[in-house]
C-alpha cells in the first residue's frame, strides 16, 4: 500500500481512503481502479471525458427543468462523480499549454472579462508569488468564520484551515458525491467545520455570522444568484470579506444566470474592492 500511495498526491490519497471506505473495498484494490481511470481519461483532462459532461448536461434538461432551482440539485447529483473526478484534476500542476488552451477556449466562448481577469490572476501569481489562500489570510484577523458557499471540493477553504487553524469553516453545497467526500477529508484532516446542506425545501439557507465568504464561480448557477447575495450579506459582519468571480458567463445547461451585471452592482453598492476577486463589506 505504501507503494501504492507514493504514486499519489495527498488530494488523491485522501479520495482513495475515501473510496475504500465507502465501498468497503481494500486500498489496494481502489487504487487499481483508480490508476487504470486516470491513465485511460489522461489525468481526467481528456478531450472526450470534458466533452461528455458537457453532453449529459444537455440530456439532463430533457428530463429536468434547468430553470427550477430544485431540478438543478438533482441534475448536480447526477454529475456528482464526473465533477468529482474533474476537481480531483486541479490538483495536478497545469502545463503551459493547457493555461493557453483554457485561455482561448474564453476566447473562443466571447468571455472577455473572464479571459482578462483569468490573464490578470495568472501574471499576478507570477509575479506577485501570492495564492488566492496567501491573499485571503493577510486580510483576515483571526479567529475566523469563513462560509464556502457552493463549497464543491473546498480546495481553497481547506487551505485557509491548514494554515490558520483558528478558522472555523460552514461547508454550504447540495447532499451530494462530493459533498461527502469534502465532508470526509474535513474530518480527517481534524479541521473546524460544520456543514449547511441545500435542498428542495430549503433553496436559500440561513447563514451563520461570519467575517468570509467564499462564493467562487457559483452565482452564475443559480437561478436566484441576489437571493444568496442577501443571505451572504446580512449574515457577514462588516469588514468581512467577500471572495469570488462575479463576471458575466456565457450561457449553458449549468450556467442558469450568466448576466451577473445586477449582482455587481450590489457588490459595488456594500463593498469595496480589495485585491483581485476580493471585496470587504463596508456597509
Given at each position: ?49 470534458i466533452q461528455s459532461d458537457g453532453i449529459i448536461q444537455q440530456i439532463c434538461t430533457l428530463f429536468y427543468d434547468n430553470m427550477n432551482q430544485g431540478d438543478l440539485l ?42 482578462i481577469g483569468y490573464l490578470r490572476r495568472y501574471f499576478t501569481q507570477k509575479i506577485k508569488k501570492e495564492s488566492p489562500t496567501d491573499t485571503i489570510l493577510k486580510h ?144
Amino acid at each position: 500500500m505504501e507503494i501504492m500511495k507514493q504514486n499519489l498526491n495527498p488530494l488523491e490519497t485522501d479520495f482513495l481512503e475515501f473510496l475504500a471506505e465507502r465501498t468497503g473495498w481494500p486500498f489496494e484494490k481502489a487504487a487499481t481502479r483508480f490508476f487504470k481511470l486516470r491513465n485511460d481519461l489522461n489525468y481526467f483532462k481528456k478531450k472526450q471525458f470534458i466533452q461528455s459532461d458537457g453532453i449529459i448536461q444537455q440530456i439532463c434538461t430533457l428530463f429536468y427543468d434547468n430553470m427550477n432551482q430544485g431540478d438543478l440539485l438533482e441534475i448536480y447529483r447526477f454529475l456528482a462523480p464526473i465533477h468529482l473526478l474533474v476537481f480531483l484534476s486541479y490538483s495536478y500542476p497545469k502545463k503551459i499549454s493547457e493555461r493557453f488552451r483554457d485561455a482561448w477556449r474564453l476566447l473562443q466562448k466571447k468571455e472577455y472579462s473572464q479571459f482578462i481577469g483569468y490573464l490578470r490572476r495568472y501574471f499576478t501569481q507570477k509575479i506577485k508569488k501570492e495564492s488566492p489562500t496567501d491573499t485571503i489570510l493577510k486580510h483576515t484577523s483571526a479567529p475566523s468564520v469563513l462560509v464556502d458557499y457552493g463549497c464543491g471540493m473546498a480546495h481553497l477553504s481547506f487551505e485557509i484551515a491548514k494554515r490558520n487553524p483558528s478558522v472555523h469553516v460552514i461547508l454550504v453545497d447540495i447532499d451530494s458525491l462530493i459533498l461527502e467526500f469534502t465532508a470526509f477529508r474535513f474530518r480527517k484532516h481534524k479541521i473546524s467545520h460544520q456543514i449547511i446542506t441545500i435542498t428542495k425545501e430549503n433553496l436559500h439557507p440561513s447563514l451563520p455570522p461570519h467575517n468570509i465568504c467564499l462564493a467562487d464561480e457559483v452565482m452564475e448557477h443559480l437561478v436566484q444568484p441576489l437571493t444568496v447575495f442577501e443571505r451572504i450579506y446580512t449574515s457577514m459582519i462588516t469588514g468581512g470579506l467577500l471572495y469570488g468571480n462575479f463576471s458575466d458567463h456565457s450561457a449553458g445547461p449549468l450556467h442558469i444566470t450568466p448576466n451577473l451585471s445586477e449582482l455587481r452592482r450590489k457588490i459595488a453598492e456594500h463593498y469595496e474592492p480589495v485585491e483581485t476577486k476580493l471585496y470587504r463589506k463596508i456597509r
